[in-house]
């Protein structure tokens, strides 16, 4: 039997709502934005986002893996969150100056002026890391109901908030910020008392400190990466060609991104707990067992992903009207690329956590880098190429994760390190 019925309730269901819920609310984001904000608001404010996840996708991603990966094996939770709360508080003038050039970034793309934007997007970036340390404590520890509380508003607010300032405020694009920037405040209220509900109660005088790796220069660089990867394509577009193409890209890539996002989380949630009591046991082939269980849950995402983007850009056409707005016809082409890229970076997320789980790392730095320098170097040639080009690199970029993120995370695993002695050889 694939789930005993504790396992099913307890964990399939509300892992699968949360991901029901977010397909529903975006279907219906696609909709009211497509007929109420105009491409080219839509382009900047496209933009807005990307740089709104720079707290939990770079500043405090270390913290967010560190959580993740330690959580549930704390002893003394009290103590661990005053260490996390005490780093998250140390990395915030880092914050400001990243935020700070996004504002001016923004002004500088025809968007609101940085003084206007500046704190609204410090503080969705803040609040948006408070969320995702929350939320990555309760998976952690399989709390999926609490965090499934945390998902759903978060999944509303996101979508409704926004466009519907906007459509009240008589089309002002500030509102379209204000809204965002409300959505942000929901989560992080909601993940404190969720931790808060969840944390051991006794009080404690004891101190915690956090793995330097997690705070040190390896975190930050490979942070840097990835918040880079999840923005790169709307920026070129945007760049190269103008705001109401971006406009497009940021609708279709809406639309494409939720079905890898959707089966990344529901896969990553159920199983990465699962790869990281396999790195801590004492089992003699624990590596063999960690690879051949990364393998096949990113094989079955991989290719129920690919074919359920496929299907979606067949059924496209006929979205137009229902779901999508016809003058945002010509976000349709964008789809597939922007959901094959979307695949990769989760794709190469696998192997990552995969490296997490067997202590590797140090080793996570050298993997991630290259994936992420290649598909940087890939996507930017394709585009100043032209938009054709461009949409083929990006429908061909998964391939960069078989062709090379694996076999790097493979041998990064079986390394033998000098300090150990021989591991057994995973199973390829």
């Known amino acids: ?204 005088t004891s101190t915690a400190n956090i793995a330097p790796v997690y705070e040190g220069a390896l975190f930050f660089r490979i942070a840097l990466a990835s918040w880079v990867l999840t923005g790169l394509n709307r920026w070129l577009v945007a760049f190269l060609y103008g705001d109401t193409a971006a406009g497009y890209f940021t609708l279709g890539s809406s639309i494409a991104v939720i079905i890898p996002s959707v089966l990344s989380a529901m896969f990553m949630q159920y199983f990465q707990p699962s790869f990281y009591r396999i790195g801590d046991s004492a089992e003699a082939n624990k590596l063999a067992k960690l690879t051949r269980s990364v393998d096949l849950a990113t094989a079955a995402f991989g290719v129920s992903a690919g074919l359920a983007l496929l299907a979606l850009r067949l059924a496209a056409p006929f979205l137009v009207g229902p779901l999508i707005d016809a003058k945002y016809s010509s976000a349709l082409p964008w789809i597939l690329p922007a959901g094959c890229f979307s695949l990769t970076t989760m794709l190469a997320y696998f192997y990552h956590v995969m490296l997490l789980a067997g202590r590797r790392e140090t080793a996570c730095s050298r993997v991630d880098l290259t994936t992420a320098a290649l598909l940087i170097v890939l996507a930017s040639v394709g585009a100043l190429g032209g938009e054709t080009i461009f949409s083929w690199t990006l429908t061909a970029s998964p391939l960069l994760a078989v062709a090379v993120t694996r076999p790097m995370a493979l041998a990064a695993l079986i390394r033998r390190d000098e300090s150990e002695g021989p591991r057994p050889s995973p199973a390829r």
């Not at 509380?149 to 519907?164: K, M």
């Open 1 to 204: 039997m694939l789930f005993s019925s504790a396992d099913f309730r307890n964990r399939a269901l509300p892992i699968a709502a949360s991901q029901a819920v977010g397909v529903a609310c975006g279907m219906a984001g696609v909709k009211l934005v497509s007929r109420w904000v105009p491409p080219n608001v839509l382009g900047i404010y496209g933009v807005f986002l990307t740089f709104t996840t720079l707290g939990m996708w770079f500043v405090h991603l270390g913290l967010v893996k560190y959580v993740g990966r330690h959580w549930a094996a704390a002893e003394d939770r009290p103590a661990f969150l005053r260490a996390v709360a005490r780093a998250w508080v140390r990395k915030l003038p880092w914050l400001v100056g990243a935020t700070a050039a996004g504002a001016v970034a923004l002004s500088l793309q025809h968007g609101p002026t940085g003084l206007l934007i500046f704190p609204l997007l410090f503080g969705a970036a803040a609040l948006l890391s408070i969320g995702a340390l929350a939320q990555a404590a309760l998976q952690a520890v399989r709390r999926h109901w609490r965090d499934l509380s945390i998902s759903v508003v978060g999944s509303i607010t996101r979508t409704f908030a926004p466009p519907l300032l906007y459509l009240l405020t008589g089309g002002a694009n500030l509102a379209l910020y204000l809204g965002f920037a409300a959505h942000t405040l929901c989560v992080a209220i909601l993940g404190i008392l969720a931790i808060s509900v969840n944390r051991n109660p006794a009080a404690t």
